[in-house]
């Protein structure tokens, strides 16, 4: 127990700023909600569904395009919810009255249009049942929040990745061409060799799988030759990064493929685990995974020593070459996977993807509390700092601060979180 | 009355565990050679730092020419006029001889380099000097004793009164050693002053005017050389008395365990053959320098060797990286605990663990169980005082440390333990714990082998003495308990 307390605090000072700035955006965006059209249909179908009116319902409703909206779903939850729906009215407010005085009905549903109409002042029952406005943030709202997961997803997916890596003390810059080798790779293989847009599931799977494969062997090499040569990753993946990027060009004539089915969207579009995208469940599983690695797993632990003092690490007979070209093969799977849910998210694959990603990647890593000299460092952290990036862009974007700002305060987040690191470690 | 060049008087540091310099005075006068000599860890590198401000006593003053040196300042004291040339030498290896004479003191102005009064300034030191080297030339391509003479150019042309040379010829061919000679007089004459600090004590009766002798951090003694024998100056590097208690034992000695024969690399080990019996504690002692690090690390596969073959009980091993070694049984605590030995900034747990993981995994997936209650039982084994197994290895002592390293590798149940310099900067009550487990060790029939400095630890310690020099095995003592410090100096000289 007292190990589960201990741990804490690495994590809790990153995780509370990311709480943090989700409670200011929170505030920055509180607004008026108004609900119209379906969703207040909705709303207002669970309330009625709540009363459980003992008496029939009337539906009143305006003729604009979300009061016809509204009516028709309200209707079809009540019955679906075994409510007794006297009647529907979308028309004009004459229609309205003429309905509501002869049935004589008292318990009345109404959209906000209808609601306003004056003719219920003068009925005996008051005011209709409306849905009612309320102040909620933006920021804070179910569809918002699943947005940030799903733009997070790539990024955190490659950052899980790239914490191996800086853990082991090298860098990997190649991880934002890899995106678009893979994406690239995959849409192409389904076009040429599973029928395009007549692909079945099996053969996208098996494609997208050969262009995951082919970045992790890319990985492999940059591993083996950082390692066999002994020479400093950061220009060996500068080359890989150029190279991989070429071939994307090379491979796609330098036009994005569109030529897919409808169905190669599930991985990047599709919510089928309770609403939750799929992306971001595949984004969950890479994290376990990598974390049980880390921190159960015998070669976690000479990944850690690797990168904390690569010659005790030796002396201690660790395999140090294999323990890295191994992390650099996960590294580009990984990358590798990003390409694919990227290339679903959007349904294309373009050699253009992916563009500095691999500096966002790191940033990510980085403010997660990885230390880019290794030896510390784990995807837990990692996962909130990605989302602590992707949550000040959302808000950003959300309270209107324009593109060019945007980019100043993202720099200045990644070097205020350098610093931080520095001071913590001096501190030790 | 001048004042002397300079005065170093009561100078003291201690570092944790260790007293390194006890109250330490001398004098220099401008043109004399004062030798300075001791054993390894007599406190000659301190002695030297102190005065080149590169370390700051806890008391003691330093005064050139009667004026007083802030301690603990580089720029003073060598605005003082004190230059000292390391062993290492602290030249640019891209930039030409010209250039590292005068690096950071540019003849020019307003930031523009006049070079040609560079290069001809530096031609001119090297014609002083007496030694051809050409301005020109990148550093890299000088021999080493050339480079030595941009050194002493670089220390005279920022008008170095007091020149420091530490081991100036541990690098050098006889005839280069000729030619330095040379130019130390020649610098004299001019009335420099210089500290010479040597293993080599012909070369100190040759050089020097004075010899003063430190030992375990205080001053000995200082007499003209001409009033002193070689054996006395030995005597004194060594001194009478043991202040050290060993434990006691009656070894039991088998059969051979690992057995080196024609081990070889490059010209830092020639042809190193020796074995090492089960239950015997052999230690392999000589100079800095020696080759016995550098044997060990072969032996353990740190290192490729060129040539020789390591047998365990009869048995060849093939050994190309440590993890053969650790594999075959053999486990090497290295001289460099901090840098080699452990990854200071994880847990002791996980220090502890490094080299033992596969064994408490399925798999791959770690037994966290087992690995906590094996460092349990090791820590309470070995009297770990560690507040906490999540302590970082780096907020231990240097005896923790030490027993840390040993409990990891012993947790293996390795044939062969190799130690290099068991006991350097260890207080002295942890040293008799470390003693102690290597004298089990034996008992319980592992091969033990000992590299140390330290002649009275090689005597009180080991059952048979191999002595190193200049990469080979230069003598053996057999019969330890006759054996005398003075014996193995004279070897360990050459």
Known sequence: MAGRFSRLPTETGIAGVLVLVCVAFSVATLSEERPEGAPAGEALAKQVVRDRPSEPVLIVAGTGRDDRIFAEVLEARLKAAGIHVGGAVVGTPADARDVFVKSGVSYVVASRTAARWMFWEKSKHGPPISPQSHVWPRFLTADNLLNVANQVAVIAILAAGMTLVLITGHVDLSVGSLIALSAVVGTLFVRRFAGAEGATTVGMIACCGAAVLVCGLIGTLSGLVVTRFAVPSFIITLGVMKMARGAAFRASAGESIYQLPDGFVWLGRGADLFGIPNAVVLMALIYVVIHVLLNRTTFGRYVYAVGGNVEAARLAGVRVSAVVVLVFAINGLCAGLGGVVLASQLKSGSPTFGVEYELYVIAAVVVGGTSLAGGQGNVVGTLIGAFLLAVIQNGMNLTGVGSYDQQIVLGAIIVAAVLLDRLKTRSR | ?494
């Not at chain 2, 650790?326 to 200071?344: M, S």
């Not at chain 2, 197994?389 to 005896?399: E, K, Q």
């Open chain 2, 1 to 494: 009355m001048t004042p002397p060049l300079l005065e170093m008087a009561g100078v003291e540091k201690s570092y944790p565990g260790v007293h390194a310099l006890r109250g330490v005075s001398l004098t220099l006068t401008g043109g004399e050679v004062l030798a300075v000599v001791g054993e390894n860890g007599a406190g000659k590198s301190t002695l030297i730092k102190v005065l080149a401000g590169a370390v700051t006593p806890d008391a003691g003053r330093v005064t050139v020419a009667g004026l007083p040196v802030p301690s603990g300042v580089p720029a003073r004291a060598k605005a003082a006029g004190v230059a000292v040339i390391y062993q290492e030498f602290s030249l640019v290896p891209a930039l030409t001889a010209a250039e590292n004479v005068y690096l950071g003191r540019e003849p020019g102005r307003y930031g523009w380099l006049h070079r040609r009064a560079e290069r001809t300034g530096a031609a001119e030191w090297f014609r002083t000097l007496g030694v051809p080297v050409d301005p020109g030339a990148p550093v890299r391509t000088l021999s080493t004793a050339q480079q030595q003479i941009v050194e002493i150019a670089k220390a005279l042309a920022a008008d170095a009164r007091i020149l420091v040379l530490d081991e100036p010829t541990a690098p050098l061919t006889p005839p280069e050693v000729d030619r330095l000679f040379v130019v130390i007089r020649g610098l004299t004459a001019r009335g420099v002053g210089v500290i010479y600090i040597s293993h080599r004590l012909d070369e100190v009766f040759r050089i020097a005017d004075r010899v003063m002798v430190l030992r375990d951090g205080a001053h000995v003694s200082t007499s003209p050389v001409a009033g002193v024998t070689r054996a006395e100056l030995i005597e004194r590097m060594v001194g009478r008395t043991l202040d050290q208690e060993f434990p006691t034992r009656s070894p039991r000695i088998g059969e051979p365990g690992i057995v080196v024969t024609g081990l070889r690399r490059g010209d830092v080990v020639h042809d190193v053959s020796f074995h090492v019996r089960r239950g015997e504690i052999l230690a392999l002692t000589g100079l800095v320098g020696s080759g016995r690090t550098e044997t060990a690390r072969l032996l353990f596969g740190a290192d490729r060797r060129d040539g020789g073959t390591i047998a365990l009980d009869g048995k060849v091993l093939t050994i190309s990286s440590p993890r053969d070694a650790v594999r075959a049984g053999i486990a090497l605590l290295t001289e460099d605990r901090k840098n080699q030995g452990l990854i200071l900034a994880h847990t002791v747990r996980e220090n502890f663990a490094l080299p033992n993981l596969s064994r408490w995994a399925r798999f791959g997936l770690l037994d966290r169980g087992r690995e906590r209650s094996a460092f349990a039982a090791a820590a309470n084994r070995f009297r770990i005082k560690a507040a906490d197994p999540r302590a970082r290895a780096g907020t231990l002592s240097g005896g923790n440390q030490q027993k840390l390293v040993l409990a990891k590798w012993l947790e293996r149940n390795c044939e062969v333990v190799v130690f290099d310099e068991p006991t350097r900067g260890i207080d002295v009550g942890a040293k008799y714990e470390i003693y102690q487990l290597m004298q089990e060790l034996a008992d319980r029939g592992k091969a033990v082998l000992m590299i140390s400095s330290e002649l009275p630890e090689v005597l009180g310690l080991a059952d048979r003495v191999l002595v190193m020099h200049a990469g080979r095995i230069t003598g053996e003592v057999t019969d330890v308990r006759q054996a005398t410090q003075e014996q193995l100096l004279r070897l360990a000289m050459g």
